[in-house]
């Protein structure tokens, strides 16, 4: 069974902060896919990035940057000098390989940002 | 890229009415669709899964007869929701799985129920 934790409910930091989001995963697959998605208050899941499970490099996208570490089966995310509009929900979510179809995408509980002036 | 249609946006409808809320992949075919659902401040709950031209399954809970789900091609899939009830309002997303995109989600349908 997969399973996706993210332990903070909520995260409220000032304007130029950094703020880090965690995520831990359980999974039996060797072969799997990690994502993270924003949800601003109008809904919608916007895609951030997705991770295979055979691809440990960082990543960085402007002020985002994630660190996927195997040996503690986590998939964090740092937004750096953090502004307004990243207010949001994020969710972490797990997948098995689903490159051959069918394969659910499993979600955390989410963690609900405040960015504040 | 991948992108999903999901319509309507937002419905109210009175309590006993039956909805229906469509899922269009517009530029690729999805080999399976999802139907998720989402209280407010909570996370999204995969209701049931669905491949074209064959019977949705559905996650444990979901009432079947409720939420009936029809995928009769590689593009479409139609979500009704039967004699609905207050308690069914929330906020029900769909998502379409491709081998390369992999998971596109639609932008939502809020259900109010009156």
């Known amino acids: 069974a997969q399973k996706v934790t993210q332990a903070q409910t909520e995260i409220s930091v000032v304007e130029k902060e950094d703020v880090t989001l965690d995520c831990v995963y359980e999974?039996?697959?060797?072969?799997?896919?990690l994502f993270w998605y924003k949800q601003p208050p109008s809904g919608e899941l916007v895609f951030l990035i997705r991770?295979?499970?055979?691809?440990?490099q960082n990543e960085i996208s402007g002020r985002y940057s994630w660190n996927f570490q195997k040996s503690t089966s986590s998939f964090n995310f740092t937004i750096t000098a953090s502004q307004v509009v990243d207010s949001a929900v994020y969710f972490c979510a797990l997948s098995e390989d689903f490159t051959g179809g069918g394969n659910k995408l499993t979600f955390g509980t989410g963690t609900q940002l405040k960015v504040e002036l | 890229g991948a992108v999903v249609s999901q319509h309507p946006s937002w419905v109210i409808c009175k309590s006993g009415t039956s909805v229906k809320i469509e899922c269009r992949s517009l530029?690729?075919?999805?080999?399976?669709m999802f139907w998720y659902r989402q209280f407010p401040k909570q996370s999204l709950m995969l209701m049931a899964t669905s491949n074209e031209g064959s019977k949705a399954t559905y996650e444990q809970g979901v009432e079947k007869d409720k939420f009936l789900i029809n995928h009769a091609s590689l593009t479409l899939s139609t979500l009704t929701v039967t004699s609905a009830h207050p308690e069914d309002s929330s906020f029900y997303i769909c998502?379409?799985?491709?081998?390369?995109?992999?998971?596109?989600f639609g932008s939502g349908t809020r259900l109010t129920v009156v």
């Open positions: 530029d690729f075919q999805a080999t399976t």
């Open positions: 998502s379409a799985l491709e081998a390369v995109y992999g998971y596109t």
């Open positions: 999974t039996r697959d060797t072969t799997y896919y």
């Open positions: 991770r295979n499970s055979f691809d440990e």
